[in-house]
């Protein structure tokens, strides 16, 4: 059974940072192409950030980009996101997804993903 388990959401101030860890029980980690999305309040889920099987690409979404990081350790069946300089309008649920796909123009498109975890608070107080 494939599960996708996040860890490390938490209250933050604005201005703040916070770690996220995505542990994946999948077969063949390293053939999946990994990312996170988030769902905050009153808006579709969004697309965060996604990184392919080896590591090498990574894309991210516009209103993160300079500020997140999205990284991946193969040997520990580990996606994690970097986030710093939080904003309030940025809290919200935060989700991993695992995806066989490799092209990255489809990278935020949550349809191709097959997998998903259960998703993690993230709260910036202002």
């Known amino acids: 059974q494939v599960q996708l388990v996040e860890s490390g959401g938490g209250l933050v101030q604005a201005g703040g940072s916070l770690s996220l860890s995505c542990a994946a029980s999948l077969r063949a980690f390293s053939a999946f192409t990994m990312a996170w999305f988030r769902q905050t309040p009153g808006k579709e889920r969004e697309f965060v950030a996604a990184?392919?099987?080896?590591?090498?690409?990574?894309r991210y979404g516009d209103s993160v980009k300079g500020r997140f990081t999205i990284s991946r350790d193969n040997a520990k069946n580990t996606a994690y996101l970097q986030m710093n300089s939080l904003k309030p309008e940025e809290t919200g649920v935060y989700y991993c997804?695992?995806?066989?796909?490799?092209?990255?123009?489809?990278?935020?498109?949550?349809?191709?993903?097959?997998?998903w975890g259960q998703g993690t608070q993230v709260t910036v107080s202002s």
């Open positions: 990184i392919s099987q080896s590591g090498e690409t990574t």
């Open positions: 997804a695992a995806t066989s796909y490799r092209d990255s123009s489809y990278y935020p498109n949550p349809n191709v993903y097959g997998f």
